[in-house]
């Protein structure tokens, strides 16, 4: 839900963690057993509460959306830039953001022989559809 006049914005965007595949079943496995602890923590969260911009319903526009990510039982304060493109009812946002998941306390993965960064880069593309509400 998003209130135009004020910027609120309510909701809950929830993210299986027991679906992410790299592609490479041996890190897959390390990954949901030992980093997301997957198994305990099978599910990831993004909370908004506020969006500021104008959201153009003919055109591109961007909005930051600001909330909380919930990501292995804590939560973590962010804004997002959100390029969004409107037409004929649909809306699709295409967001970029890094997840610093060491900073955040999940296990770094890297030993003496492979280095991996410390943080992971997170492409999402949504698309949803919208409806102007009444005023009463």
């Known amino acids: 839900m998003f209130d135009p006049s004020s910027g609120e914005a309510s909701g809950e965007f929830v993210i299986d963690t027991t679906t992410g595949d790299t592609g490479n079943r041996t890190r897959d496995h390390k990954m949901h057993k030992e980093i997301l602890e997957s198994e305990k923590y099978p599910e990831a969260s993004f909370t908004p509460t506020k969006i500021v911009g104008n959201v153009v319903m003919s055109a591109e526009s961007s909005v930051q959306v600001q909330g ?7 939560d973590h304060p962010m804004t997002l830039t959100v390029p969004l493109q409107a037409t004929g009812g649909s809306l699709v946002a295409k967001l ?12 770094d993965p890297s030993n003496f022989v492979l280095r991996v960064s410390k943080q992971v880069e997170v492409d999402i593309t949504a698309t949803g559809h919208y409806a102007p509400t009444n005023a009463q």
């Open 68 to 74: 909380t990510l919930r990501l292995h039982g804590a």
């Open 96 to 107: 970029h953001f890094v997840v610093p998941y060491v900073d955040w306390g999940l296990k």
